[in-house]
C-alpha cells in the first residue's frame, strides 16, 4: 500500500508513527494496560494520531502515587522524543533533546503532552517535597528541575533502548495506511489502525520489557492521546 503515498506524505507519516509508537512502547514498558494505534495523513500533510492507554488503576499509597505520576509523565514525553529518531537504519539510534524540546512547545501538534507534563510536574512535586514553602519560588523551581530531568533522563534511555522497536512498529503501521475513498470528491486521506489485538501478536510487542510502573494496577477504561 505505501508504494502509492507520495514521498513527503511517507515521510510525515513515518514521523507521527514514531510518535505514537514511543507512546505505545513506553507505555507498555511501564506496565500501562495499551490499546489500539491510529494514524491519519492527507495529502497536504495534515495529521492525527494516537495511542489508546489506560489510566484506570488501583493507588493504595502516596509513593505509589508519585510512581504512577512520574511513569505517566515518562508515557507523555516519549512520544516527542521517539518522533526525532532517525528513520533511516543508523548504528546508533539517540533522541535529539532541542528537537523534542521543540516538539513538546507546539511544534507538530504535541503541545496537549507538554500541557499535561507540566501539570503533572507541579503536583508530583507537591507531593514530593511538602515542606517546601510555597512562596520560595527558586527553590520550587530547583525541586521541579531535579524531577523534570530524572524523568527525561529515564525515558530518553527507555526509547534508545528501544529504538528499533519503535522503527519496526512505525514502519509496519505505515505499511498499512491505505487511501480512504471520498464520497463526491477526490480521496487525499491515507489512514491506519492496528487494535490491541493485532498489535498484542506482533513478535516486536512481545519482546518489550517489562519495567513497570510498581503499583498494583486494573485496567477498566482508556484515554487516547494525540
Given at each position: 500500500m505505501t508504494t502509492k503515498l507520495p514521498a513527503a506524505v511517507r515521510n510525515h507519516a513515518l514521523q507521527i508513527a514514531h510518535h505514537e509508537m514511543?507512546?505505545?512502547?513506553?507505555?507498555?514498558?511501564?506496565?500501562?494496560?495499551?490499546?489500539?494505534?491510529?494514524?491519519?495523513?492527507?495529502?497536504?500533510?495534515?495529521?492525527?494520531?494516537?495511542?489508546?492507554?489506560?489510566?484506570a488503576r488501583s493507588i493504595f499509597s502516596i509513593e505509589a502515587m508519585k510512581e504512577h505520576l512520574e511513569a505517566r509523565m515518562m508515557v507523555l514525553l516519549a512520544g516527542?522524543?521517539?518522533?526525532?529518531?532517525?528513520?533511516?537504519?543508523?548504528?546508533?539510534?539517540?533522541?535529539?533533546?532541542?528537537?523534542?524540546?521543540?516538539?513538546?512547545?507546539?511544534?507538530?501538534?504535541?503541545?496537549?503532552?507538554?500541557?499535561?507534563?507540566?501539570?503533572l510536574q507541579h503536583l508530583l512535586r507537591n507531593l514530593a517535597y511538602p515542606d517546601t514553602d510555597p512562596a520560595s519560588s527558586e527553590r520550587i523551581a530547583a525541586e521541579l528541575k531535579t524531577m523534570t530531568d530524572r524523568v527525561w533522563d529515564r525515558?530518553?534511555?527507555?526509547?534508545?533502548?528501544?529504538?528499533?522497536?519503535?522503527?519496526e512498529l512505525a514502519g509496519a503501521l505505515v505499511d498499512g495506511m491505505a487511501l480512504v475513498e471520498q464520497w463526491g470528491r477526490a480521496a487525499d486521506t491515507y489512514e491506519v489502525m492496528f487494535t490491541g489485538q493485532m498489535l498484542e501478536r506482533l513478535r516486536?510487542?512481545?519482546?518489550?520489557?517489562?519495567?513497570?510502573?510498581?503499583?498494583?494496577?486494573?485496567?477498566?477504561?482508556?484515554?487516547?492521546?494525540?
Open positions: 514511543g507512546h505505545y512502547v513506553v507505555a507498555r514498558a511501564l506496565g500501562f494496560e495499551t490499546g489500539g494505534v491510529h494514524l491519519t495523513v492527507t495529502m497536504d500533510l495534515r495529521h492525527q494520531g494516537g495511542a489508546s492507554i489506560s489510566l516527542a522524543m521517539a518522533q526525532t529518531l532517525p528513520s533511516k537504519h543508523t548504528a546508533v539510534k539517540r533522541v535529539d533533546k532541542s528537537k523534542a524540546t521543540a516538539i513538546l512547545k507546539g511544534e507538530q501538534g504535541a503541545e496537549q503532552d507538554y500541557a499535561k507534563v507540566r501539570e525515558t530518553q534511555k527507555i526509547i534508545e533502548d528501544q529504538a528499533e522497536t519503535i522503527a516486536a510487542v512481545q519482546a518489550i520489557p517489562s519495567l513497570g510502573v510498581r503499583a498494583d494496577s486494573r485496567s477498566d477504561a482508556a484515554q487516547h492521546w494525540k
